[in-house]
């Protein structure tokens, strides 16, 4: 056991070193930080794809998750994968539900918030 210690030692450093050549950007920030130039300042703007679909995914978790299941596969309600559906079909059945089969989020989610939430169903498949 004593002598299997550097091996999970080194294993775990080549390990990290293989994670952090994977990683996009890692080689730039490595280089930033031997400089003394200031850090990049983040600007307000629309929000980055990936970050939209982490809020559709939220939101669906908090407000769908319930009838449609937390992997979106059905329950109550249908299964969301490969919908074929426009964008302004699916929104407008978000803000208007269906009578008797799904609530109405007109009012309770904001429009930018059912935007977050159509990203989120496209990226079922």
């Known amino acids: 056991m004593r002598g299997d210690k550097p091996k999970t030692v080194f294993g775990c450093l080549l390990l990290a070193l293989a994670l952090s050549a994977t990683i996009p950007g890692w080689d730039s920030i490595a280089d930033s ?3 003394n130039s200031p850090p990049a300042v983040v600007q307000d703007g ?3 794809p990936g970050a939209e679909v982490a809020a559709g995914r939220a939101l669906f978790l908090k407000n769908c998750a319930h ?3 937390a992997s979106a596969r059905g329950e109550e309600g249908p299964d ?6 426009s964008d302004p079909w699916i929104g407008n059945r978000i803000r208007n539900g269906k009578r008797g089969e ?3 989020f007109e009012g309770k989610l904001k429009p930018e918030e ?3 939430l159509i990203g989120y169903l496209r990226t079922l498949k």
């Open 33 to 35: 930080s031997q400089t």
């Open 46 to 48: 629309p929000e980055p």
């Open 67 to 69: 009838c449609h299941g």
């Open 80 to 85: 969301l994968h490969h919908l074929d559906e």
């Open 102 to 104: 799904m609530t109405a």
């Open 114 to 116: 059912i935007d977050h």
